[in-house]
């Protein structure tokens, strides 16, 4: 069983920055590809963007290319997505998820687990 932690959340102002990250245990890091989905209440948890297992191949959803930038340490067990120049919308609860398959999903169903989510909110 894999487990799936993230951290790195908060409350920052429009233009700022943050780094979240994501703790994989139970199983390598390596053996998965991995993603970062985010959902606002009372809407649809959305990609945005994922990684292959090497961390060589990535896809981003367009409304992030350019400020957010997401990278893995597998040595560390680690996912990492870089957020600059947040905007207001870009407000949600942030997850984490891994799928033992090679293609990078963009959908839900594309992942077998998930962690437990960590709140961002971009505010004055």
């Known amino acids: 069983q894999v487990q799936l932690v993230e951290s790195g959340g908060g409350v920052v102002q429009p233009g700022n920055s943050l780094r979240l990250s994501c703790i994989v245990s139970?199983?390598?890091?390596?053996?998965?590809?991995m993603a970062w989905f985010r959902q606002d209440p009372g809407k649809d948890r959305e990609f945005v963007v994922g990684?292959?297992?090497?961390?060589?191949?990535?896809y981003y959803t367009d409304s992030v290319k350019g400020r957010f930038t997401i990278s893995r340490d597998n040595a560390k067990n680690t996912l990492y997505l870089q957020m600059n120049n947040l905007k207001p919308e870009d407000t949600a609860d942030y997850y984490c998820a891994a799928s033992p398959r090679l293609r990078i999903g963009n959908t839900q169903s594309a992942y077998d687990y998930w962690g437990q989510g960590t709140q961002v909110t971009v505010s004055l």
């Open positions: 139970g199983r390598p890091a390596s053996k998965y590809t």
């Open positions: 990684i292959n297992w090497i961390g060589d191949s990535t």
